[in-house]
Each structure stands twice: as structure tokens, then as C-alpha cells.
């Protein structure tokens, strides 16, 4: 199975600053179509996970322009250009390209 | 509004069964994949199932194959999980997800396996 790690776990932020998540693959996250299925989820505390970002990418409808994502090949990043209170939560990546398709770790976000 | 609503969670026995729902609606449902995901207490997702928009093709993570199996019914608009010979690690929240890769989730039914 790919494994996908995420760094860091946890990272607390202030209101109006940037963020970056990293997540790797174990393998290359090419599929033999070429696109490259790797998504990001956000999950607010008590709710259920919500996609924001999908193929490296493209923003799903209805998520912030401040979210932004990038990476190719086993690297990639999620990034928040100004963190905003309700951005707190659980940020997962998600590999798509290799059955079974595999989470992160799930990195932390919370205010300082 | 593309809405998925589970059902059919609750407390079962280790070795019992219990066969979760999700009723679809906003969309048509036989034009999608459809997928199951869940979360352990405190933990991170698994990807468990998810089935083609006809139901012709199905893949299972290998800690549920032989155990779990993922159906739907499309004049129905639902998706099903009946999930046998449970153990106590698959409590947890399940979700349905439309698509293959997940692009709107319900709120999860919480599965708890206890004695």
C-alpha cells in the first residue's frame, strides 16, 4: 500500500499569517491516465471531512482562494496564505491513484 | 444540494452484523461511484469500499475483504454496507462519500463493536 505522510503533525497558528502542510507518498502518484490524484480534506472539529482540494490542485466549489495547492511526483503542499479562526481543524491528503487509496496522518491546525 | 444521510450504526457484539445505509439525493446517484470511509475514535480515515455507478466493479481494503460488502441499489438512490464477523477495531464513524474520491461525504453513522 502507498503510505502518505504528513508534516507536521500539529501546527498552531496566528490569525492572518500563512500556513504550509507537506504530505509525501511512498511511490509516484502518477496514474496511468497522468493526471495525479492527490486531494486534501478538512475536518472542523465535529464534523464530518470536506474536500478542498483535488489532482494536486484544483480547488473544490466553494473553497477559499486562500487555499492553495501544489507538488508533483511524491511531494506536495497545502498552503493557507492568511489563517482565518475558521480554518481550524484536522487537514488530511489523500492519495486516489493506487488502490487501496491511503490518508495522512492528518495534521493538526489550531490558533496560538 | 447534494445530501448523503447514513443509517444503521449502533452497538453489535464482536462477531455480529450490521448492514449500514446512505440515502442520496441532489444528484444522480447512477452516474456516480460511491464510497465508504471511516474513523475510529480519536483516529485518522480509512478508506474501506467503493463500488462503480453500476455496480459492476468493487474494491475493498484488505482489512474488510471477506467480511465487508458494498452494494447499492440505483432506483433506490442508496448505498449499503452490510458488514459481518465484526470486530471491535471497526468501531468507528462511517461515512458515505460520492465518488471515487470523495467529493462531498454524509454526516457518518458511529458502528460500535463490544461486548
Known amino acids: 500500500d502507498v503510505v502518505m505522510t504528513q508534516s507536521p503533525l500539529s501546527l498552531p497558528v496566528t490569525l492572518g499569517q500563512p500556513a504550509s502542510i507537506s504530505c509525501r507518498s511512498s511511490?509516484?502518484?502518477?496514474?496511468?491516465?497522468?493526471?495525479?490524484?492527490l486531494s486534501w480534506f478538512q475536518q472542523r472539529p465535529g464534523q464530518s471531512p470536506r474536500r478542498l482540494i483535488y489532482?494536486?490542485?484544483d480547488r473544490d466549489s466553494g473553497v477559499p482562494d486562500r487555499f492553495s495547492g501544489s507538488g508533483s511526483g511524491t511531494d506536495f503542499t497545502l498552503k493557507l496564505s492568511r489563517v482565518e479562526a475558521e480554518d481550524v481543524g484536522i487537514y488530511y491528503c489523500m492519495q486516489g491513484t493506487h488502490w487501496p487509496f491511503t490518508f495522512g496522518p492528518g495534521t493538526k491546525v489550531d490558533i496560538k | 444540494e447534494v445530501q448523503l444521510v447514513e443509517s444503521g450504526g449502533g452497538l453489535v457484539q464482536p462477531g455480529g452484523s450490521l448492514r449500514l445505509s446512505c440515502a442520496a439525493s441532489g444528484f444522480t446517484f447512477s452516474y456516480h461511484w460511491m464510497s465508504w470511509v471511516r474513523q475510529a475514535p480519536g483516529k485518522g480515515l480509512e478508506y474501506v469500499a467503493n463500488?462503480?455507478?453500476?455496480?459492476?466493479?468493487?474494491y475493498y481494503v484488505d482489512s474488510v475483504k471477506g467480511r465487508f460488502t458494498i452494494s447499492r441499489d440505483n432506483a433506490k438512490n442508496s448505498l449499503y454496507l452490510q458488514m459481518n464477523s465484526l470486530r471491535a477495531e471497526d468501531t468507528a464513524v462511517y461515512y458515505c462519500a460520492r465518488d471515487g474520491r470523495l467529493t462531498t461525504w454524509g454526516q457518518g453513522t458511529l458502528v460500535t463493536v463490544s461486548s
Open positions: 511511490q509516484s502518484l502518477v496514474h496511468s491516465d497522468g493526471n495525479i490524484y
Open positions: 463500488i462503480k455507478h453500476d455496480g459492476s466493479e468493487k
Open positions: 489532482k494536486v490542485s
